[in-house]
Structures are given as structure tokens and as C-alpha cells.
């Protein structure tokens, strides 16, 4: 089975499927995207990419909501605060200060830029 990803005018994922082995595959039974992409097409139209449930491809598993770049080959989730900066290599954002590791569990606080306790009163 492999899972594809409808994109948008804007490259924003608003669909992901599941497409059987036999309609992603040559005539020797080898999968490739392009035959995948283009049996998506003929039955819902639009634009498709194929995704990676472990990650091998695309960086990250696309969820509707996601963006593709092109220029990075990933799939990236909406950045979820302002002051966060996509890291290129993984494609996943990232505070720009790193998160204490020291047991306790934190939240961001977008509007001092820092991570909150969550057992501060």
C-alpha cells in the first residue's frame, strides 16, 4: 500500500490516501510515484504526492493541513508559533531556545518567547 497527498493550489495538503500496490506499479510489479500519482489524478484530479508513513521519503508523513516544498522535498506542518524557524535538514520547526530537559513537562509562551513550567503557578 502506499499513501498519497492532494495539494492544493498553494502546495497545502487537503487529502491523503491509500493506494493499492497494483495501481502504483509497472508492468514488472515495481512501484513508482508517478504511476501512483497519475491513477490519483484520473479519479480525484488535482495534484498528488506520495508520502511515507516511516519517514523514508518527504521527511515527514503529510496530514491535511501540511505544505509541500518543492525545494526541500517535504512535507512540513503549519509552524505553530511565530518566533519558531523550520529546521531545513528535518523539516520540523523549532523554538528558537531549546526546551529544559530536565523531567518536567513545559509549554511555549509565544508572547516571551520562552517555555513555561507547567508546574508554575
Excluded at 15 to 40: M, P, R, Y
Aim: with cysteine; net charge negative.
Amino acid at each position: 500500500m502506499a499513501h498519497f497527498a492532494k495539494l492544493d493550489e498553494n502546495n497545502v495538503v487537503t487529502q491523503v490516501i491509500v493506494v493499492s500496490n497494483q495501481d502504483t506499479s509497472d508492468a514488472l510489479g515495481v512501484e513508482k510515484e508517478h504511476i501512483g500519482a497519475a491513477f490519483c489524478e484520473k479519479l480525484f484530479g488535482g495534484t498528488w504526492k506520495q508520502t511515507s508513513y516511516n519517514a523514508k521519503f518527504r521527511k515527514n508523513y503529510a496530514g491535511i493541513g501540511y505544505s509541500y516544498n518543492q525545494e526541500l522535498d517535504a512535507f512540513i506542518l503549519p509552524k505553530p508559533y511565530l518566533s519558531w524557524v523550520l529546521n531545513e535538514e528535518t523539516a520540523q520547526w523549532e523554538a528558537p531556545i531549546p526546551m529544559p530537559n530536565d523531567g518536567q513537562m513545559y509549554h511555549w509562551d509565544e508572547t516571551n518567547v520562552t517555555w513555561i513550567s507547567q508546574n508554575s503557578p
